[in-house]
Protein backbone atom coordinates (compact mmCIF):
# COMPACT_ATOMS: atom_id res chain seq x y z
CA UNK A 1 0.00 0.00 0.00
CA UNK A 2 1.09 3.28 -0.59
CA UNK A 3 0.02 6.62 1.44
CA UNK A 4 -0.52 9.30 -0.78
CA UNK A 5 -0.65 12.79 0.64
CA UNK A 6 -1.65 15.63 -0.80
CA UNK A 7 -2.27 19.26 0.75
CA UNK A 8 -2.08 23.41 -0.51
CA UNK A 9 -5.60 23.43 -0.63
CA UNK A 10 -8.30 26.13 0.07
CA UNK A 11 -9.99 29.25 -1.07
CA UNK A 12 -9.05 31.74 -3.15
CA UNK A 13 -10.67 35.19 -5.17
CA UNK A 14 -10.99 34.17 -9.21
CA UNK A 15 -7.23 35.31 -10.75
CA UNK A 16 -5.33 33.67 -8.34
CA UNK A 17 -3.20 31.07 -7.81
CA UNK A 18 -2.75 28.14 -5.49
CA UNK A 19 -0.15 25.15 -5.37
CA UNK A 20 -1.30 21.70 -4.60
CA UNK A 21 1.35 19.31 -3.15
CA UNK A 22 1.40 15.22 -3.76
CA UNK A 23 3.57 13.01 -1.84
CA UNK A 24 4.48 9.62 -1.27
CA UNK A 25 6.76 6.86 -0.14
CA UNK A 26 8.95 5.84 -3.51
CA UNK A 27 7.62 2.54 -4.57
CA UNK A 28 9.67 2.64 -7.83
CA UNK A 29 11.64 5.67 -9.68
CA UNK A 30 9.48 4.94 -12.79
CA UNK A 31 5.85 5.98 -11.66
CA UNK A 32 3.45 7.97 -13.13
CA UNK A 33 1.14 10.30 -11.56
CA UNK A 34 -2.13 12.65 -12.66
CA UNK A 35 -4.27 15.27 -10.44
CA UNK A 36 -7.80 14.58 -10.67
CA UNK A 37 -10.93 16.59 -9.48
CA UNK A 38 -14.22 15.76 -8.55
CA UNK A 39 -17.38 17.92 -7.87
CA UNK A 40 -19.98 16.67 -5.45
CA UNK A 41 -22.32 14.04 -7.90
CA UNK A 42 -20.39 14.70 -10.52
CA UNK A 43 -17.38 12.08 -12.17
CA UNK A 44 -14.12 12.98 -11.26
CA UNK A 45 -12.07 14.66 -13.80
CA UNK A 46 -9.00 13.97 -14.75
CA UNK A 47 -6.82 17.29 -15.20
CA UNK A 48 -2.92 16.86 -15.67
CA UNK A 49 -0.92 13.53 -15.53
CA UNK A 50 3.17 13.29 -15.45
CA UNK A 51 4.38 10.41 -16.78
CA UNK A 52 7.54 8.01 -15.94
CA UNK A 53 9.40 9.87 -18.58
CA UNK A 54 8.95 13.31 -17.33
CA UNK A 55 6.06 14.18 -20.01
CA UNK A 56 3.31 16.23 -19.01
CA UNK A 57 -0.11 16.43 -20.25
CA UNK A 58 -3.38 18.40 -19.41
CA UNK A 59 -7.11 18.64 -19.73
CA UNK A 60 -8.00 21.65 -22.38
CA UNK A 61 -10.11 23.19 -19.61
CA UNK A 62 -6.61 23.87 -17.39
CA UNK A 63 -4.45 24.07 -20.62
CA UNK A 64 -1.83 27.14 -20.08
CA UNK A 65 -3.11 27.81 -16.60
CA UNK A 66 -2.33 24.67 -14.11
CA UNK A 67 1.55 23.13 -14.69
CA UNK A 68 2.34 19.66 -12.93
CA UNK A 69 6.18 19.24 -12.04
CA UNK A 70 8.21 17.01 -9.76
CA UNK A 71 10.15 17.23 -7.18
CA UNK A 72 13.06 14.34 -7.03
CA UNK A 73 15.12 15.72 -4.18
CA UNK A 74 14.18 13.71 -1.69
CA UNK A 75 14.45 10.49 -3.15
CA UNK A 76 13.19 8.37 -0.42
CA UNK A 77 9.60 10.73 -0.80
CA UNK A 78 8.99 12.59 -4.24
CA UNK A 79 6.71 15.08 -4.44
CA UNK A 80 4.17 16.26 -7.17
CA UNK A 81 3.09 19.64 -7.77
CA UNK A 82 0.03 21.07 -9.16
CA UNK A 83 0.78 24.90 -9.65
CA UNK A 84 -2.75 26.35 -10.59
CA UNK A 85 -2.89 30.37 -11.53
CA UNK A 86 -5.75 32.35 -13.12
CA UNK A 87 -8.43 30.70 -11.32
CA UNK A 88 -11.74 30.48 -12.07
CA UNK A 89 -14.79 30.02 -10.05
CA UNK A 90 -15.66 26.68 -12.28
CA UNK A 91 -12.04 25.09 -10.87
CA UNK A 92 -13.87 24.59 -7.40
CA UNK A 93 -13.71 21.32 -6.26
CA UNK A 94 -11.90 18.63 -4.15
CA UNK A 95 -8.57 18.13 -6.57
CA UNK A 96 -7.27 13.48 -5.99
CA UNK A 97 -3.94 12.54 -6.68
CA UNK A 98 -3.31 9.60 -7.89
CA UNK A 99 0.12 7.22 -8.82
CA UNK A 100 0.85 4.00 -10.63
CA UNK A 101 3.74 2.49 -11.67
CA UNK A 102 4.85 3.93 -15.00
CA UNK A 103 5.07 4.35 -18.13
CA UNK A 104 1.74 5.18 -18.32
CA UNK A 105 0.83 6.38 -21.76
CA UNK A 106 2.47 3.63 -23.38
CA UNK A 107 0.26 1.25 -21.54
CA UNK A 108 -2.98 3.61 -21.24
CA UNK A 109 -2.79 6.07 -24.31
CA UNK A 110 -2.28 9.56 -24.30
CA UNK A 111 -5.53 10.64 -22.20
CA UNK A 112 -3.80 8.07 -18.90
CA UNK A 113 -4.34 11.02 -16.63
CA UNK A 114 -8.36 10.76 -17.07
CA UNK A 115 -8.54 7.07 -16.58
CA UNK A 116 -9.25 6.28 -12.81
CA UNK A 117 -8.34 2.35 -13.15
CA UNK A 118 -4.81 3.58 -14.41
CA UNK A 119 -4.03 4.18 -10.77
CA UNK A 120 -3.74 1.73 -8.10
CA UNK A 121 -2.88 4.63 -5.33
CA UNK A 122 -4.88 7.63 -3.98
CA UNK A 123 -4.90 10.46 -1.87
CA UNK A 124 -7.61 11.47 0.37
CA UNK A 125 -7.92 14.67 -1.64
CA UNK A 126 -7.65 18.15 -0.70
CA UNK A 127 -10.69 21.09 -1.27
CA UNK A 128 -9.80 24.20 -3.38
CA UNK A 129 -12.72 26.95 -3.44
CA UNK A 130 -12.85 29.68 -6.04
CA UNK A 131 -14.77 32.98 -5.31
CA UNK A 132 -15.86 35.51 -7.65
Known amino acids: QVEVMESGGGSVQAGGSLRLSCSFP???????VAWFRQLPGKEREGVAG??????????DSVKGRFTISRDNANNAKPTVYLQMNSLVPDDSATYYC????????????????????????WGQGTQVTVSS
Open 98 to 121: ATDHGPCAGRYGSRYYTLEYAFGW
Open 26 to 32: EYTNNYC
Open 50 to 59: SDSDGSTTYA
